[in-house]
DNA sequence: TGGGTGAAC
């Protein structure tokens, strides 16, 4: 998550220990505060029942307190046997701040008794007992150890959301704790945290674990749904808005859901000129897009609050469903979609689509109207419309590309991965294509069970995508790992490139600079030189369009990188300004991922699936026609499009695999 | 000539 968006007003200053506000010591304040959660009348039947359980499924609404104060409960009452307790989040951001805040309230310095682990930021040390993490990280430590011995509990917060992460860990977790008892080893505890949803299914899956309930304190929100069926979102959400207006107090403040970068931009473009027409006495208006996208400098402007007397707007994507609270927020406009990711095995194709939300999340932002008093949502649907939605979003690992999840667990040693206990199982078809895709790149190999190749090893050893990972290890066979490092932490990253809609011909002049005939991959090179050359400056950044906050995470994936290449002992060499074995490598590592031109002109056509394809309008080779390429992605949306690509000669691919390009037939020249 | 919801190792 893109910014901290704690109010400075909330971000009071604690010491551990000492300090004092209005002459109470702070300490004494928090544990004051610590007693009045809802959490905190349940506090001696928790423990009774932790002491007893394996596993346990805890329920509680937001404001409960059960992330903060039930690891603290457990440490206090000894339960965790001097161990460490890990408590995954889904976001880092999430991770870092509940710690800090935990680390304040038992009076201790951060990365003490109570610390956090974040990936580029481990923040433990041989003290730390309470141990904040994202779940991907806890996925990483199980590579090593798949019993988890350094933890007697591990508590699985935020199960609802179904990251990719905690779903594999549910399994993970689950035989972790049964071979534990196996061996008898120190018991595995377990707790899966969770707002209301998916109860009875979480307490199937453990072995009908009993489900513990907290109550929330969270404020009414009164809900409201349109009388007849819109055809037109956009419109509605702007006469629902313009409503309000009108008849609330100015210092309520509206959030609207919409679902993209271009909608929002012009949503908030239509608000201002409708706003600037108004006659008579409305309050007047400040409206913010708020979009991951968007430069850290103008996502902080929806935090500011609105000037007196004037109401704030913020049109937001499903970004300020749960990764960003706004403070204030009176009123929601749900306009019941959102923009999701559809993935679909046979063709290896990412589908980006517009669809109607789940009943799950339609709760989450309606939510977003109660966090601070009692709100309003206005649901831009029918009442009988809300009733045919899904209960729950379909949870991510059926809607992704199962490769790295395979691989991972094959590093853990689950070699039958389509019998793999998942909660809720992928297709077997999206499992065997996962598995059939690391056989591709030689990272397993099939004898009477699948195994994990030396190559596959070293594979899992990096957090990429496993065709990125071959893409290294063939770049140190050819020399050029430096350069390669930088390209693939580029490609691991959200987009660099920022262009407003408005100032579109000056951003692609401005970075024509960069611009390589060789593709995107080199221009991604150079963009990141440069960058370098100018130590990350951000005048720089925001002269070039583009997005600082991308390249410095670029910067940081690409640190790590390297720090893994080092601690294997491969060597980080350059190929200097031989830009051709570089799109040599990316041939050998993204050779599942070539399309050849058409002799008739226009169309690409992809050789794997031999499915007609075409260059994204953001490519570097938009305007240009190569006769073959490989690409990183393929994303469908009004037509599939290959995204960041590189010109490659077609010998080197049926170098790089001639087995798969034999059983595809390539049209040689 | 057309578009990139959101997280994470």
Redesign the pocket.
Known sequence: ??VDNRPPAKKMKFSPGGGFTNGVPVFQKLQQIRRNLPIFSAKRKLIEELRRLDTAIVIGETGSGKTTQLPQYIFEERLHKNMIIAITQ????AAITVAQRVAQERGSEPGHVVGHC???EDMTSEKTRIKYM?D??L??EAILDPLLKRYSFVILDEAHER???TDVLFGVVKQAQKRRKLRNLLPLKIIIMSATMDVDHFSQFFNKAPVLYLEGRQFPVQVYYSREPQSDYVFAAVVALFQIHREEPADQDVLIFL????EIDSVVRSIHEIAKGMVGDAPPLVVWPL???LPSHLQLKAFNPAPKGTRKVIVA???AET??TIHGISFVIDTGV????IFTPRSGLDL?KVVKLSKAQALQRSGRAGREAAGTCYRLYTEEEFQHFPDNTIP?IQRCNLS?VALQLLAMGITDIVNFDFMDKPSTESLIGAVHQLHTLGAVIKENTIKLTATGKRMAAF??DPKLSKTLLIALELHCLEEVLTIVSML?V??VLF?P?RK?EEALAVRQKFVSSDGDHITLLNIYKAYKGVKGNKEWCHENFINGRNMSKAMDVRKQLRQICDSQTLAVKSCGQDTSIIRRCLAAGLFMNAAELQREGDVYISLTTREPVHI???SAL?RCKPACVVYNEL?K???C?M??LSVVDPDWLYEAAPAYFKRKKPSKK
């Open positions: 998550m893109p889904p976001r880092r951001v974040v990936r580029f994202t991907g990280m996925l990483r990251t990719i992460h679902t993209g970068q271009e979009y991951a996208a994507t499903n970004i990764s960003i959102v923009k999701a990711k980006l991510e790295s957090p990429l691991s959200d987009s262009t809609q579109r994204h309008p953001s938009f994303v949306t009004s037509k499009y995204r960041d």
